[in-house]
C-alpha cells in the first residue's frame, strides 16, 4: 500500500526527473495497489493519476472525459504557463474531429507508406554523411533529429533552411521548466508569426503540400479558420519533430544495452517494424504524464468514482508495462507478438502523426542495423547528456561508435 | 443529405484499435476486444460519421450510401 491510499495526502509528481531510460519503479506499486492514486504536480490543483492499461484508456478513450476542460489556473501541469487555447489537443470532439479532419488525409497509412522510398533514401544519406564524418559521432544531430525534421518540412511545406528559427522556437512548447515564461511567451509568438506568413505566401502561391491543402480546406470548405490553420500547422510541425528525433537514440540506447536484441535485428532486419512497436511500448517517452482529462460526469475508473469536474492523468508509460496485457513485460522483446501498446495514445487524440512516426522511425532503425551493425553508444552511462526540463525524456547529444 | 441511408462498415482486420472513432462518435462505433465495430450498420446521414471515418489512420470505415452504392468515405 502506498501512503497516497491511506492517509489521502497526493504524492508528489513526476516520480523522477526523467534522466534514465527505466520507468520509475513506482508505477510497478501503484498498479498493485487497488484504485487511483491522487498526485500533485508542480502546477494546478491535484489530480488523480490511472496507472494500469485498462484504466488508462478509459482515461484517454472514453467519451465521458474531456480536454476541452482542462482550462485555467488550476488544471495540473508540469509547467508554469496555463494551458494556451485552440491546440487540436484542446479540443472535444466535434470540433475535435472537424480540425483533424483537415489534416488526418494526409497522415493515413496508405498516403505515409507513398513516402517511404524517399525516406529510405533520406535515412541512407545521413547514415553516409555521418560515416563520413568518422566516429565517434552525434546520432542526434546526424540522423536523429535531421530525419523528421526534413521529413516534415517537406510535407508541411516549411522550409528546411528555417529549422534554427524553427526548432528554437517550438522548444516554447517542449519545455517544461528549461525556458522561463517570457521565453516561451516570446518563442510561440515568433513561431506563430513565422507559421502564418509561411500560410499567407501559401495563399498567393499554393504549391503540392499540407500547408495548401489545409487552405483549399479553410478558403473553399470553410472547415477550419485561418487562426485555427495556423495553430494545426503549428502543432504538427512542433509535434511532428521532437518526438521521433528523441525516440530514435532512445531505441540505439536500449539495443546497445539489451545487445542480445540489436543482434537479432542484425541477423533479421524483417524483424524491424515490430521492434519499433516494442520499443514504442517499452521506452517511456514522457517524463511526466500530461494533459490530464476531467470527467464531465461522475465515472468510475478502476475502482474508484472520479467526481464530475475531477481531473486524471493517464500513466501512459506505466500502462504500456501493465502484465495483464503484456507478459514479461519490463522486458525488451522484440519478437514481441500481440502488442496493443497505447504509446500513440488512445481514443479522439490518438497520434496524429503515428503512422508517419512508425515509418520514420521503421527506416531509421533499418538503415542503422544494416549499414552500421556494430553500432554502439561511445560513452558510459554516467556521462549521457540527457535533456532536462522537457517534457520528454531522452538525450541532447549520443556519441556512437561503429 | 436529410432522408439519406448510409452503410457502416469497419475492416477490423485492418483497424489498429486506436479508439480514435469509438471516442469520437460514441453513438456509432464501440471497439470489441480491443477492434472497432459500427453500433449499426445502417444509420440516417451524419457528418459525425463522416468525419470519423475520413480520420481513421488506416481508413478501415467505410461510408456508403444505401440508395445509390457509392462510396462516402474514404476517400478514393
Ligand atoms: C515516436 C513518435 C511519437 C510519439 C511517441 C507520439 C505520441 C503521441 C501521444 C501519446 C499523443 C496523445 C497525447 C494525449 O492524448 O494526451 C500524441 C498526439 C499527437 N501527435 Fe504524436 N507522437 C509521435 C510522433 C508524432 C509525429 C511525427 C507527429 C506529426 C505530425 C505527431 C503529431 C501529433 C499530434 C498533432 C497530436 C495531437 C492529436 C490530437 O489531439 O488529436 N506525433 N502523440
Ligand atoms: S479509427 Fe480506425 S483504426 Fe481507430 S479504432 Fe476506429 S476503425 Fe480502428
Known sequence: ?402 | MSGQRWSVEVDREACIGSGMCAGSAPAFFELVDGRSRPLRAEVDADDEVLGVAESCPVEAILVRDVATGAQLAPEE
Open chain 1, 1 to 402: 500500500m502506498t501512503e497516497a491510499t491511506t492517509d489521502g495526502q497526493p504524492l508528489p509528481y513526476p516520480f523522477g526527473d526523467g534522466r534514465q531510460i527505466d520507468l520509475e519503479q513506482r508505477y510497478a506499486e501503484l498498479r498493485d495497489t487497488p484504485g487511483l492514486v491522487k498526485v500533485q504536480l508542480p502546477y494546478g490543483r491535484d489530480c488523480w493519476l490511472a496507472t494500469r492499461y485498462e484504466d488508462a484508456r478509459t482515461v484517454l478513450g472514453d467519451p465521458r472525459f474531456s480536454r476541452a476542460a482542462a482550462v485555467g489556473p488550476d488544471v495540473p501541469r508540469p509547467n508554469p504557463e496555463q494551458p494556451g487555447d485552440g491546440g487540436i489537443l484542446m479540443l472535444d470532439p466535434p470540433e475535435h474531429t472537424r480540425i483533424r479532419g483537415v489534416a488526418s488525409r494526409a497522415f493515413t497509412a496508405r498516403r505515409v507508406e507513398e513516402m517511404r522510398e524517399r525516406t529510405r533514401a533520406l535515412v541512407e544519406r545521413l547514415v553516409d554523411e555521418m560515416v563520413g564524418h568518422g566516429a565517434p559521432a552525434d546520432l542526434v544531430a546526424h540522423v536523429a533529429l535531421p530525419l523528421p525534421v526534413l521529413v516534415i518540412c517537406e510535407m508541411l511545406g516549411v522550409p528546411f533552411a528555417d529549422r534554427d528559427d524553427f526548432q528554437r522556437w517550438s522548444s516554447a512548447f517542449l519545455s517544461t521548466t528549461l525556458l522561463p515564461p517570457e521565453t516561451v511567451v516570446e518563442y510561440g509568438g515568433a513561431l506563430r508569426d513565422y507559421m502564418s506568413e509561411l500560410v499567407e505566401q501559401r495563399r498567393a502561391e499554393p504549391a503540392d503540400d499540407l500547408i495548401s491543402a489545409m487552405l483549399r480546406a479553410s478558403d473553399e470548405q470553410g472547415r477550419i479558420t485561418r487562426d485555427e490553420l495556423v495553430t494545426l500547422a503549428i502543432g504538427i510541425l512542433v509535434a511532428g519533430h521532437e518526438t521521433t528525433a528523441t525516440q530514435l537514440p532512445n531505441f540505439v540506447y536500449v539495443l546497445d544495452r539489451e545487445r542480445d536484441q540489436w543482434d537479432l535485428l542484425r541477423e533479421r532486419p524483417d524483424l524491424v517494424p515490430r521492434a519499433v512497436e516494442e520499443l514504442v511500448r517499452w521506452v517511456p517517452l514522457g517524463v511526466s504524464s500530461a494533459f490530464p482529462r476531467y470527467a464531465k460526469e461522475d465515472v468510475e475508473v478502476g475502482g474508484v468514482l472520479v467526481r464530475a469536474g475531477e481531473p486524471v492523468l493517464a500513466a501512459i508509460g506505466s500502462a504500456n508495462r501493465d502484465e495483464r496485457v503484456f507478459p514479461d513485460a519490463d522486458r525488451v522483446d522484440v519478437l514481441r507478438e500481440s502488442n496493443p501498446h497505447i504509446g500513440f495514445g488512445h481514443g479522439p487524440h490518438h497520434c496524429l502523426g503515428a503512422q508517419l512516426a512508425r515509418m520514420e522511425l521503421q527506416e531509421g532503425l533499418r538503415a542503422l542495423v544494416t549499414r552500421l551493425p556494430d553500432l554502439r553508444v561511445a560513452v558510459a552511462d554516467d556521462e549521457l547528456d540527457w535533456k532536462s526540463g522537457m517534457f520528454v525524456r531522452g538525450f541532447r547529444e549520443l556519441p556512437v561508435t561503429w
